[in-house]
């Protein structure tokens, strides 16, 4: 049974740290490419950062110089690190897994979301 599960999430002000962590089971972890995503009320899912499976990180402009994603292999963790928190951070952060294997079929697992709360 394929499960992702967050953690790390909570409250916290302005310029403060979190780090998020994502605990994966029940497929091949390494073979996945992992992704970090937040959703805000009333908003889309948006991605933040990807890790994939040679270690190449990609982080998108909003968070970037602020965020960082890593993974662990032998732990089948993936986290985010999280810096200099804006208000405008605040959002339920999600971990994704995908995987294209060789005939073009996709997996593609969520967990359940951790909620971060950045105060001005």
């Known amino acids: 049974q394929v499960q992702l599960v967050e953690s790390g999430g909570g409250s916290v002000q302005s310029g403060g740290s979190l780090r998020l962590s994502c605990a994966a089971s029940?497929?091949?972890?390494?073979?996945?490419?992992m992704g970090w995503y937040r959703q805000a009320p009333g908003e889309e899912r948006d991605l933040v950062a990807r890790v994939f499976s040679d270690g190449r990180t990609m982080i998108t402009d909003p968070v970037k110089g602020r965020f960082a994603i890593s993974r662990d292999n032998d732990k089948n963790r993936v986290f985010l690190q999280m810096n200099s928190l804006k208000p405008e951070d605040t959002a339920v952060y999600y971990c994704r897994a995908f995987y294209r294997d060789s005939d073009n079929t996709d997996y593609s697992y969520w967990g359940r979301g951790t909620q971060v709360t950045v105060s001005s």
């Open positions: 029940g497929f091949v972890f390494s073979r996945y490419d």
